[in-house]
């Protein structure tokens, strides 16, 4: 198989192509504000990982989409990807056999995507490439092919254009390698809320004291529902009306059926909520640690 310059080709338009739609944009006066947003990392959504005898920190790519769709809006409607090219070009050999004769060349898949994204009114584009062995030999000599290449690349190539934006800034730039910057960020993630549900301790104590309220007015009118299931209810309409999702659903239900304060009606009322169906959770890798036994998790 022979390499094609059908990515590399496109390249060479990329300075002229990434420009704001509105030349004339007081874009400027926006400066750091994404950026300031986006770029700590919350270290319960990384993991480490050694590649080619390279170590480093590994985010999420789904709560990278997840912040996109904080600051942005929904994917499709405030940002969105757009594949330009992909080709398939060879590697290093394979290995030979006992002749000599090269038993082939690896094969690596590459795309050229575009990120395009609205933030106060302006719309901007970043482009950049991504790339993953479709075809290689591990260490013991078999030779094997990553059926999901595509999408990793196209993660890879997504994850490098928000970087530019300043998401997860502090991993690209080392920081995550000092530990306690890592222990002190945590720390803070852990008193301003957990990431999962984007829900902090701040919105808890006013819901709960706002729910309290309406309990006390018309405890007449409906003994039979806690405060505390009150809270839950809430936030679950709030999150069906703005049309957003729960990223972490099994910690979520995990925390809601370990309540003390709720009680066995109240806990299937809630779980039969469309947002906390374990079907329609995302198979990718969200949190680590101890998940639902932390108090922020949901609310």
């Excluded at 996109?68 to 056999?97: C, K, M, N, R």
């Excluded at 099994?250 to 370990?258: F, L």
């Amino acid at each position: 198989m022979q390499p094609t310059s059908e990515a590399v080709s496109t390249a060479v338009q990329a300075s002229n192509e990434c420009k704001p739609s509105d030349a004339g944009a007081p874009t400027a006066s926006i400066g750091l504000e994404v950026w300031s947003q986006v770029q700590e990392t919350h270290p319960d959504l990384t993991k480490s990982f050694s590649k080619g005898g390279f170590q480093g920190t590994a985010v999420s790519p789904t709560y990278q989409a997840m912040r996109a769709t904080q600051i942005f809006g929904p994917h499709g409607l405030g940002w969105g990807t757009e594949l330009i090219s992909e080709s398939y070009v060879e590697g290093g050999p394979l290995g030979f056999d006992k002749e000599g004769r090269m038993l082939g060349r690896e094969i690596i898949h590459k795309v050229y995507l575009e990120v395009w994204y609205i933030y106060k009114g302006k719309r901007g584009t970043i482009k950049q490439f991504g790339a993953t062995t479709f075809l290689s030999r591990d260490a013991y000599g078999t030779i094997s092919s990553d059926e999901d290449h595509a999408k990793k690349s196209i993660t890879d190539a997504t994850s490098k254009c928000l970087s530019l934006l300043g998401f997860s800034a502090d991993v690209y730039m080392g920081k995550f390698d000092d530990h306690k910057y890592v222990e002190g960020l945590k720390a803070k993630m852990e008193a301003a809320g957990n990431p999962a549900t984007g829900m902090t301790s701040t919105e808890a104590t006013v819901a709960s004291d706002t729910q309290q309220q309406s309990v006390t007015g018309s405890a007449s009118s409906s003994p039979e529902l806690s405060s505390r299931y009150l809270i839950y209810k809430t936030k679950l309409q709030e999150y069906q009306e703005k049309g957003q999702q729960i990223v972490d659903i099994a910690a979520a239900r995990a925390q809601i059926e370990q309540d003390t304060l709720l009680t066995q009606m109240e806990i299937k009322t809630l779980l039969q909520s469309p947002l906390l169906r374990i079907a329609d959770s995302s198979t990718d890798p969200v949190m680590t640690g101890a998940g639902a036994t932390e108090p922020s998790i949901f609310l």
